[in-house]
C-alpha cells in the first residue's frame, strides 16, 4: 500500500471541506429565498426545502462529523486496506464538492426565478 494514500484521502476530505465552505461564504448571500431546495425531482423542480443556514451547512456538519469516525475505523484497518480503498475515497470527496457545487448553482438558479 501507498503510504502517502491515506494522508492524501484525508486532505481530500478536509478540501471538500473547505471548497464547500467557501463556496457558501462566496455566493449564500446571493440566494434571496429564504429557504432552499434540498432535492430534486426528475422533472427538475424542488421536492422539499430547509431553511436556507441549514440548507447551505448541513453538508458540512455531516462531513466534519463523520469523516473523523470513517478515518479512525480506517486506520485501525489500515493494513488490509487496499489502494483502491483509498482511492475510492478521494473520489467521492471529489463527488460530493462537486455535487454540491452543482446543487448550488441549481439553488441560485432556482432562487432568481422565484418572485
Keep these: 500500500m501507498d503510504q502517502r494514500l491515506p494522508k492524501l484521502a484525508w486532505f481530500s ?3 471538500a471541506i473547505a471548497a464547500i465552505s467557501a ?3 462566496t455566493y449564500g448571500g446571493s440566494i434571496k429565498t429564504g429557504k432552499v431546495p434540498m432535492q430534486w ?8 426545502f430547509a431553511p436556507k443556514a441549514v440548507g447551505l451547512w448541513i ?12 478515518f479512525l475505523n480506517i486506520r485501525q484497518k489500515a493494513g488490509s486496506a487496499s489502494d483502491w480503498y483509498w482511492l475510492g475515497m478521494i473520489a ?8 454540491y457545487a452543482w446543487h448550488i448553482s441549481a ?4 432562487a432568481e426565478a422565484q418572485p
Design 92 to 99: 467521492t470527496f471529489c463527488f460530493i464538492a462537486a455535487g
Design 23 to 25: 463556496i457558501n461564504l
Design 59 to 70: 453538508i458540512v456538519a455531516i462531513l466534519a462529523v463523520t469523516a473523523p469516525g470513517v
Design 13 to 15: 476530505c478536509l478540501a
Design 107 to 110: 439553488v441560485m438558479a432556482w
Design 41 to 48: 425531482g426528475v422533472n427538475g423542480q424542488p421536492t422539499w
